[in-house]
């Protein structure tokens, strides 16, 4: 019973630090509202895609994609299909972890955005 309780507060622990972090990410895309796509690009960079989406609409896309070791350590990629810690250690549990957002832009201007994907965290 005391391992089954452990388990569930860790859970909700984890859930409620993934909660604040979501709505850190909410918080830091709301920021862009009304910014420039002049000023997204310089800030993110070019965007993996760009649609124009009617008169003077657009969306802008930003991918990110990592891998990081179970442990926190970020492995090192070794090879085709290996991955290494940075002692050269083979690694156990390495988790991918992915974002997509996308930002909606009227007349040059951010008007809206829209995220998914379990690496959309802002600490």
Do not use: H
Not at 15 to 30: D, G, I, P, R
Not at 67 to 93: F, K
Not at 110 to 118: E, F, M, T
């Amino acid at each position: 019973m005391k391992n089954k309780n452990i388990i569930i507060f860790s859970a909700l622990c984890l859930l409620t630090a993934c909660q604040e972090s979501v709505q850190n990410y909410e918080a830091f895309l709301n920021t862009w509202i009304g910014q420039s796509e002049a000023n997204l690009v310089a800030t993110w960079g070019a965007p993996v895609d760009m649609q124009t989406i009617g008169p003077n609409r657009q969306l802008f896309t930003y991918i990110t994609e990592k891998q990081v070791m179970a442990d926190g350590n970020t492995p090192v990629q070794l090879g085709a299909d290996s991955l290494y810690s940075q002692n050269n250690d083979a690694l156990g549990t390495v988790l991918d972890y992915y974002c997509k957002t996308t930002f909606t832009t009227q007349n040059d201007i951010i008007v809206n955005y829209s995220w998914n994907g379990d690496g959309c965290l802002k600490k």
